[in-house]
């Protein structure tokens, strides 16, 4: 079974930056994308982002398109989350996934694993 650890999430004030790592492991899913999702109490989990095996391919939320960079080293069960410019609405209990095909990236119930989540709250 995959296991997927999150750190990196904390406080900011609007404007800032964090840095969110996934490290995986245990079974993993050799050649399988990953990805990070989100969700805001009172919220439904949402797609922020994901990447090829190869780190090649990144697709992101139209909402965070600009602002935040996923990036994860070749062939390696790990990836990260740059999150730049900050807002109050990024708020939200950021979560790592692996295990599906990229054309299903966006649909959260098609990842296999995920990670306990890690906070990220944003103050205005």
């Known amino acids: 079974q995959l296991h997927l650890v999150e750190s990196g999430g904390g406080s900011v004030q609007a404007g800032g930056s964090l840095r969110l790592s996934c490290a995986a492991s245990g079974r993993t899913f050799n050649g399988a994308p990953m990805g990070w999702f989100r969700q805001a109490p009172g919220k439904e989990r949402e797609f922020v982002a994901a990447?090829?095996?190869?780190?090649?391919?990144?697709d992101y939320a139209d909402s965070v398109k600009g602002r935040f960079t996923v990036s994860r080293e070749s062939g390696k069960s790990a990836v990260d989350l740059q999150l730049n410019s900050l807002k109050p609405e990024d708020t939200a209990v950021y979560y790592c996934?692996?295990?599906?095909?990229?054309?299903?990236?966006?649909?959260?119930?098609?990842?296999?694993?995920w990670g306990q989540g890690t906070q990220v709250t944003v103050s205005s």
């Open positions: 996934a692996a295990g599906t095909t990229w054309r299903e990236r966006t649909d959260v119930l098609k990842w296999r694993s």
């Open positions: 990447i090829t095996w190869t780190g090649v391919i990144r």
